[in-house]
């Protein structure tokens, strides 16, 4: 093959790459604009709270939620990516158990480790960061912690917890890691995990869940790569957010019975200090997987172009530009939004 041929080649593959940027840019677009109707959504139906009551009411803006944040965006780019083609008859594959499922799973400990390690050294560089601005409340907007509100109504509570054990990672896995990360693994698995893991941090609508979820993103790409299924990362997703929902559980039991129950505050101490230990047993875990984890190569199917082109033409295509600004508007509260509706 000459260099002429060579160079076409290259061409073709920077140029199919660029739209498939252009593609994931325009999704996400989709998605912050899916949030935004959301909100007003949300916002009129409120009045009906009276008329349906709360419980109802409750329910409502989980349905609508579900509706318009995962199953139009993945609906799109089902349809953008050609998805419904593309995985005719292959979802089992997709979906296929590993052959080293249990030590596979046996990871949870250090993800999970990996990712709240992260979510603390996120709530120290916002305290500090406060601290240095002179206690700017813009500053303790943005990194406000995001926590799953309790409830006394046991029925909000059940649909929240089947919402983010059961709808969030199943949708969100098959979306990410299956769509997503499958139309960005011609051009380097490598990139597939960084992009996708990205996107996936910029899903969760505030700063700081940003680092958290995109380190989060990040090892569970590796996984879906190294195992070559989305099976395993979903059940590690379920169990990554089955330790928020439990302690939701207890929390709104807490409230349900007033804060006056022994029992229940016993179990709360219990379980909060537990779940302080696994954080830590986890960041151990993970330092002993760094060596392994070094020595594990990643396979790159395009290296005809480094890795910081294919990031910088990821970063640089419009739609993408057009998704960070609807990013930096969703992570900041929606004050852009607020600012041209002034």
């Known amino acids: 093959m000459d260099d ?3 160079g076409d ?3 073709l593959m920077i140029n199919s790459y660029k739209i498939v940027c252009a593609k994931l840019g325009f999704i996400m677009c989709v998605f912050y604009a899916c949030r935004i109707l ?3 959504v949300a916002d009129m139906i409120s009045g009906w709270t009276d008329a349906v009551g709360k419980t109802a009411m409750y329910i409502m803006h989980v349905a609508l939620a579900v509706l318009l944040i995962y199953c139009v965006p993945i609906l799109i780019t089902s349809i953008t990516f050609k998805s419904f083609s593309f995985y005719k008859g292959k979802l089992r594959e997709l979906y296929k158990k590993p052959r080293r499922l249990s030590r596979t799973l046996g990871n949870f400990p250090a993800l999970y480790g990996l990712g709240y390690g992260t979510a603390f050294l996120t709530l ?3 305290l500090l960061l406060l601290k240095v601005s002179g206690g700017h409340s813009i500053i303790e907007d943005l990194f406000k912690p995001t926590v799953l509100e309790s409830s006394s109504d046991i029925t909000s509570v059940v649909a929240m917890v089947f919402v983010v054990v059961v709808i969030a990672p199943i949708f969100e896995e098959f979306w990410v890691r299956g769509i997503i990360f499958d139309a960005l693994k011609p051009y380097g698995c490598g990139m597939a995990i ?3 893991s990205v996107l996936f941090g910029l899903m969760h609508g505030s700063l ?3 680092f958290y979820t995109t380190v989060i993103g990040f090892a ?3 996984i879906r790569y190294a195992t070559d299924s989305v099976f395993v990362t979903t059940l590690l997703h379920t169990a990554i957010n089955a330790v928020a ?5 207890i929390s709104s039991l807490a409230e349900i019975t007033g804060g006056e129950s022994s029992i229940v505050n016993t179990i709360m101490g219990i379980y909060i200090l537990a779940v302080l230990i696994l954080v830590l047993i986890g960041i151990i875990a993970f330092i002993k997987k760094i060596p392994r984890i070094r020595k594990y190569k990643i396979e790159n199917a395009w290296t005809g172009i480094s890795p910081g082109k294919k990031t910088a033409l990821f970063f640089l295509s419009i739609p993408v530009l057009f998704m960070l600004i609807l990013a930096i508007n969703e992570h900041a509260n929606n004050l852009l939004l607020d600012l041209i509706i002034r």
């Open 38 to 40: 959301n909100g007003f």
């Open 208 to 210: 700081y869940m940003l």
């Open 194 to 196: 960084i992009i996708s």
């Open 9 to 11: 080649s290259q061409k």
């Open 220 to 222: 569970l790409g590796y």
């Open 124 to 126: 120290v560089a916002s």
């Open 4 to 6: 002429d041929t060579i």
């Open 245 to 249: 929902a439990g302690l939701l559980l």
